[in-house]
């Protein structure tokens, strides 16, 4: 399984903190192939260059099913770059969208969208979310979901059911393992 990780456009050191925050746990950098976009300022917006950068680090390997996590920004470029993963044949296994606030998500794999409060993942899922989503309660200021989701409490909801009830408060970064770990066995 390979997780790409498509970052907004801040401050590199804050993708740094996201990723211990999240793999600082049950599931390691050596037991999935992570990736990184290392785009710069507006290239995180580009499908075509995270496509690139995705066939360039797995030698044009169309066998790997991946899982995009993404933050912001990162969610215009990301979500582009799995409906294009998918036309040349790839397998998008998830896709999860961080604060992706006014970003249209849909797809043929599963989506879920995690807000930093209420607002935007009530105003952002009329764009369309998966099942099994996640926004922060008491809400946290933007950047703070992404550089410590290990801190940020929320809720974890399941749309189908509608946005109540919550099926469980826990952090971000215990919500994503979550997630991670059932499509890793899966």
């Known amino acids: ?34 990736l990184v976009f ?35 920004a990162g969610v215009v470029g990301a979500i582009g770059a799995a409906h294009l993963w998918q036309l040349l044949g790839g397998r998008v296994k998830a896709f999860i969208a961080i ?31 998966g099942q099994n989503n996640f926004y922060a309660e008491p809400g946290v200021d933007h950047m703070s979901i992404w550089r410590s989701p290990e801190t940020v409490q929320g809720w974890w909801v399941d749309s189908s059911i509608g946005i109540f009830p919550p099926k469980g408060h826990l952090s971000a970064a215990a919500f994503l393992r979550m997630l991670l770990e059932r499509y890793e066995a899966n």
Not at 7 to 22: A, E, K, N, V, Y
Not at 53 to 70: A, D, M
């Open 1 to 34: 399984m390979s997780i790409i990780i498509c970052p907004g456009i801040h401050d590199r050191t804050f993708t740094q903190s996201f990723i211990s925050g999240l793999f600082d746990g049950l599931i390691g950098e050596n037991q999935a192939n992570i």
């Open 38 to 72: 290392p785009g710069k300022d507006f290239l995180n917006l580009s499908a075509l260059h995270i496509l690139e950068f995705l066939r360039h680090r797995l030698n044009n390997s169309l066998e790997s099913p991946l899982i995009f996590i993404s933050f912001s």
């Open 99 to 129: 604060d992706g606030w006014g970003v249209p998500l849909q797809g043929n794999f599963p989506i879920h969208r995690m807000s930093h409060d209420y607002f935007t993942h009530w105003s952002s899922s009329l764009l369309g979310s």
